[in-house]
Nanobody, 127 residues
Framework: QVQLVESGGGAVQAGGSLTLSCAASRSTPSTNYMGWFRQSPGKEREGVAV????????AYGDSVKGRFTIALDNARNTLYLQMNSLKLEDTAMYYC????????????????????WGQGTQVTVSS
């Protein structure tokens, strides 16, 4: 098992930046994948970005490509999400997740593929 704790959320104006962090309770390379997901009220949980922890291969959702960057510090067992050029529609609760086993659908960033979840951190973008 792995416990995940997110931090770094907050309020920011459109066009601004935020960096989210996710601290894992065990060695991050012991997972296979870690990722960020988000959910707004009334909407389904959406895949934002994922990273294969042993190869650093990444995948991004279409709505964040070119603006968000996922990164992993295996020495600190910490996952990051650098968010730039934030838009109003980026407002959501952001969740960190981890998966232990290989999946052929890694690049589809499917919430159902992930076994372990943090409690979330709120990001609010205002005009």
């Amino acid at each position: 098992q792995v416990q995940l704790v997110e931090s770094g959320g907050g309020a920011v104006q459109a066009g601004g930046s935020l960096t989210l962090s996710c601290a894992a309770s065990r060695s991050t390379p012991s997972t296979n994948y870690m990722g960020w997901f988000r959910q707004s009220p009334g909407k389904e949980r959406e895949g934002v970005a994922v990273i294969a922890t042993r190869t650093s291969v990444t995948a991004y959702g279409d709505s964040v490509k070119g603006r968000f960057t996922i990164a992993l510090d295996n020495a600190r067992n910490t996952l990051y999400l650098q968010m730039n050029s934030l838009k109003l529609e980026d407002t959501a609760m952001y969740y960190c997740a981890a998966r232990m086993n290989w999946t052929p659908t890694f690049r589809q960033i499917l919430p159902r593929d992930y076994d372990y979840w943090g409690q979330g951190t709120q990001v609010t973008v205002s005009s």
